[in-house]
Nanobody, 118 residues
Framework: QVQLVESGGGLVQAGGSRRLSCAAS??????????MGWYRQPPGKQRELVAT???????NYADSVKGRFTISRDNARNTVYLEMNSLKPEDTALYYC??????????WGQGTQVTVSS
């Protein structure tokens, strides 16, 4: 079993920045993670892709965050980061960390709230 622990959420003013982190761990065993990423669920809406990054550092972004958000990862630490700049009120959401092991099993974090005030 893989645990994903997120951190970095909070309240930020529009135009500000925030950095999210997510560390993957598994007790008693090594893990081999392929893709990691972030999804978000705005109030009253469905969960949507924000960005993903492969173990080879190839990235993919939702159009709504391109040029403002940057995803990166540290493979040695099984940690993924999301640097969010020029935040807008519409970025307000519960942000979920995601990880897919190379054997094809998906894991999700508990979510961390990001609220952008206007």
């Amino acid at each position: 079993q893989v645990q994903l622990v997120e951190s970095g959420g909070g309240l930020v003013q529009a135009g500000g920045s925030r950095r999210l982190s997510c560390a993957a761990s598994a007790s008693g065993s090594s893990i081999s993670i392929g893709t990691m990423g972030w999804y978000r669920q705005p109030p009253g809406k469905q969960r949507e892709l924000v960005a993903t990054v492969t173990s080879g550092h190839s990235t993919n972004y939702a159009d709504s965050v391109k040029g403002r958000f940057t995803i990166s990862r540290d493979n040695a630490r099984n940690t993924v980061y999301l640097e969010m700049n020029s935040l807008k009120p519409e970025d307000t959401a519960l942000y979920y960390c995601y990880a897919r092991r190379i054997i094809g099993v998906d894991y999700w974090g508990q979510g961390t709230q990001v609220t952008v005030s206007s």
